[in-house]
C-alpha cells in the first residue's frame, strides 16, 4: 500500500523557516518524480515545487522560488521542503504528492501539513 | 503559465442523477490531464489520468473525456459518496502543474 506521511508545519512568524518531511512507503521511493502541492484556507491547489527521482532536477514555482528548497534522502524515503523567509501567503496545506512511474501525472498524495504564517 | 478554468463552481445533483463537469485549458494541454476528488479533510484521489482512463480502483461511473483544451468529467449515476470537490490538472507543462479552481458537487 503506497503511504505518503508529512510532517513538520506549525506556527510561524513572518520572515521565519520551517522544514517539512514527507515520509513514503510501498513503492521505490527512488524511481519517482515527487512533488509539493499547497492549499491556502479555502482555496484551490498550488503546486509549489517538484524533484526528480534521482534529486538532481529541482523545479519550484515563481511564488516560492529563491525561498524555498526542495531536496530527497533516497536512503530514507523521505522527502523535504526547506520553506525560508516565510511570508503570511504562505499559509496552507502543504502536501507531497507522488509522480507516477514512467508518466508526469500525479498519482498518491499524503493527507498534508498545516503551516501557519503570523505574527 | 497555462491556465485552468473549471465550471460550474457548484454543481447541485439528486442521488441517482448524472453529473458533467467541464474544465477548460488556455492553451493545448494534449491529453495531459487528470482529475481528482476531495472529500474536507482527506488527500485529493486521482481518478482520470490522460483524460479518459480511470485510475486503479475508480468505478466505473467515472469517464473523463476530452483533449486539446477542453475536458469533461461525468459521474453516470451519482452515489451519496461521490459528493466531493472535483479538480482538474494539466501536467503537459511538467512539472509546473496548474490545476483547475474546482467544482463542488454537492446534494440537491
Known amino acids: 500500500e503506497v503511504q505518503l506521511v508529512e510532517s513538520g508545519g506549525g506556527l510561524v512568524q513572518p520572515g521565519g523557516s520551517l522544514r517539512l518531511s514527507c515520509v513514503v512507503s510501498?513503492?521505490?521511493?527512488?524511481?519517482?518524480?515527487m512533488s509539493w502541492v499547497r492549499q491556502a484556507p479555502g482555496k484551490g491547489l498550488e503546486w509549489v515545487s517538484s524533484i526528480s527521482g534521482s534529486g538532481g532536477s529541482p523545479y519550484y514555482a515563481d511564488s516560492v522560488k529563491g525561498r524555498f528548497t526542495i531536496s530527497r534522502d533516497n536512503s530514507k524515503n523521505t522527502l523535504y521542503l526547506q520553506m525560508n523567509n516565510l511570508r503570511v501567503d504562505d499559509t496552507a496545506v502543504y502536501s507531497c504528492a507522488k509522480g507516477a512511474f514512467a508518466d508526469f501525472y500525479l498519482d498518491y498524495w499524503g493527507q498534508g501539513t498545516l503551516v501557519t504564517v503570523s505574527s | 503559465e497555462v491556465v485552468m478554468t473549471q465550471s460550474p463552481a457548484t454543481l447541485s445533483v439528486s442521488p441517482g442523477e448524472r453529473a458533467t463537469l467541464s474544465c477548460r485549458a488556455s492553451?493545448?494541454?494534449?491529453?495531459?490531464l487528470a482529475w481528482f476528488q476531495q472529500k474536507p479533510g482527506q488527500a485529493p484521489r486521482l481518478l482520470i489520468y490522460g483524460a479518459s482512463t480511470r485510475a486503479t480502483g475508480i468505478p466505473a461511473r467515472f469517464s473523463g473525456s476530452g483533449s486539446g483544451t477542453d475536458f469533461t468529467l461525468t459521474i453516470s449515476s451519482l452515489q451519496s459518496e461521490d459528493f466531493a470537490v472535483y479538480y482538474c490538472q494539466q501536467y503537459n507543462n511538467w512539472p509546473q502543474f496548474t490545476f483547475g479552481g474546482g467544482t463542488k458537487v454537492e446534494i440537491k
Open positions: 510501498g513503492f521505490t521511493f527512488s524511481s519517482c518524480a
Open positions: 492553451q493545448s494541454v494534449s491529453s495531459s
